[in-house]
C-alpha cells in the first residue's frame, strides 16, 4: 500500500534544515532567554534575530511581532484585546471564517455588549464587497473587521488590499487570519493596511506550537496571557527557543524558494485537477477553486458523485489506502458536524455527498496524485 501525503492545509511536514536547527538550539542553547548571563543572552539572540527576520518578510518593524503558541493564540489575543483595550463595539466577519476568530467572537458576543455582524458570502466562497462596505458605512459604534486572507478549506482569496482600504475609508480596525498565506505567497502588511494578523508555523514545514501576532505599533493592545515581561510585555511565559528559531528557519526556506515552489505546486494542483475531469467527469469542484486568481494554488475542496449510503466512508475508505485529506478543518474533525464553510455555499443536495479537501506541498508527486485519482475512482 502506497502512502500520500494530501493535507498539508492541516498541518506540513518538517523540513530537513528546520530539524537541524531546532535540534541545533535544543542541544546548544538552553539557556533561558531573560537570563542575563552568555547561556541566556545566546538563547535571547535566536529571539530577536527571528523577530527581526520575519518582520523584514511581512515589511513591518520587528517590535511589531510578537510570538505566540500560533494562530488561535494570535487570533485570540488580537480579538479579546480589541473589544477589552482599544473599545470596539461591532466585529465585522463571516460565517466562513476559522474556528479560531467564529468561536472567539461568539464567545465576546455572549459575555459583553458587542454587536456582531456577517458579510454576506457568494456562491464562489468569496465575501460580498458591496455588502462589506454598506456595514462599514454605519460609523456609529468602532468597529473592528476580521477576514482571513486565504480560507482554510476552499481555497478562496480574500482581496486584502481591498479590505484594508476600505477600513481605512470608514475608519475600522483590520485583522486578518494570514496562517495559509504566509509563506505561500509574498506579504506586505504596509501596502494591505492591515492592523493586526495571525500566523501558524506549522502551515509553512515549520514546527508545531509556534506562530506569531501582528500588532501594529502604537495601537494600544494589551496582553491576553500575563506572568512575565516577555514579548515586550504581550506576553508572559519563557519563550520557546527552539521553535522560533525553527520558524525562521522555515520562512526564510519558503520566501527563498517561494517561485520554484510556488509553480511546481501549482502544476501539481492542475494536474490533479485535469486528472479529475478526465478520470470522474461527474464530480464538482466547490468554490472557485478552478480560479488560479482567486483562489490559492495550495488547495482543492471537490464534492464526488456518491451515493448518500458511501458518502460517510469515503474518507475512512482512502485512509485504509494510505490517502491523508479531509472533510474541512483538522481543528473540527470528531466534532461529527458538517463543514460550516460548505453549508454557506452548497445546496442541501450536495452537503449530502462528501465533500473532500487535498491540500498539495513540495513533497508531493504526479505519481502520488495518479494513485489518488485511481483510488478514488475505484470507490465511485
Known amino acids: 500500500m502506497q502512502k500520500v501525503y494530501l493535507d498539508n492545509a492541516a ?91 467564529l468561536h472567539t467572537v461568539q464567545e465576546i458576543e455572549s459575555k459583553t455588549s458587542i454587536t456582531v455582524e456577517y458579510v454576506r458570502i457568494l456562491t464562489d466562497g468569496t465575501i460580498d464587497y458591496a455588502h462589506l462596505e454598506q456595514l462599514l458605512m454605519d460609523m456609529s459604534a468602532k468597529t473592528l473587521v476580521s477576514l482571513m486572507h486565504i480560507n482554510n478549506e476552499i481555497g478562496t482569496i480574500l482581496d486584502i488590499n481591498k479590505v484594508g482600504a476600505l477600513c481605512k475609508d470608514y475608519e475600522a480596525l483590520f485583522h486578518s487570519d494570514m496562517v495559509q498565506s504566509v509563506g505561500h505567497y509574498e506579504v506586505n502588511l504596509n501596502d494591505s493596511k492591515v492592523d493586526f494578523m495571525a500566523v501558524s508555523a506549522h502551515k509553512f514545514h515549520g514546527p508545531k506550537g509556534i506562530g506569531f501576532a501582528y500588532l501594529k505599533k502604537n495601537t494600544g493592545l494589551k496582553p491576553l496571557i500575563y506572568g512575565g515581561e516577555q514579548e515586550r510585555g504581550y506576553r508572559g511565559g519563557t519563550e520557546s527557543v527552539h521553535n522560533i528559531a525553527g520558524m525562521d528557519e522555515a520562512l526564510r526556506l519558503a520566501y527563498e524558494h517561494l517561485a520554484i515552489e510556488k509553480a511546481y505546486i501549482a502544476d501539481l ?112
Do not use: W
Open 269 to 380: 494542483k492542475q494536474y490533479f485537477i485535469n486528472q479529475l475531469i478526465q478520470k470522474i467527469p461527474e464530480v464538482k469542484f466547490n468554490a472557485n477553486c478552478l480560479d488560479v486568481t482567486h483562489n490559492t494554488y495550495t488547495l482543492i475542496n471537490v464534492c464526488l458523485p456518491v451515493s448518500a449510503d458511501k458518502a460517510g466512508i469515503v474518507l475512512f475508505q482512502l485512509d485504509i489506502k494510505g490517502i491523508a485529506c479531509s472533510k474541512g478543518s483538522a481543528c473540527q474533525s470528531g466534532s461529527g458536524k458538517g463543514s460550516h464553510v460548505l453549508a454557506e455555499i452548497l445546496t442541501d443536495e450536495d452537503m449530502k455527498k462528501p465533500s473532500i479537501r487535498f491540500s498539495f506541498s513540495k513533497f508531493n508527486t504526479k505519481e502520488e496524485i495518479d494513485y489518488v485519482i485511481n483510488e478514488l475512482k475505484a470507490l465511485i
Open 11 to 101: 498541518t506540513t511536514p518538517l523540513r530537513p534544515e528546520v530539524v537541524e536547527v531546532i535540534t541545533s538550539v535544543l542541544k546548544g542553547d538552553y539557556g533561558n532567554p531573560s537570563s542575563s548571563h552568555a547561556y541566556g543572552r545566546s538563547a535571547k539572540n535566536h529571539i530577536e534575530q527571528a523577530r527581526k527576520n520575519i518582520a523584514k518578510y511581512m515589511g513591518v518593524t520587528a517590535s511589531e511581532i510578537i510570538f505566540t503558541s500560533g494562530g488561535t493564540e494570535a487570533d485570540n489575543l488580537v480579538l479579546n484585546s480589541a473589544v477589552r483595550d482599544l473599545g470596539v463595539q461591532r466585529i465585522i466577519t463571516s460565517r466562513i471564517e476559522h474556528h479560531a476568530v
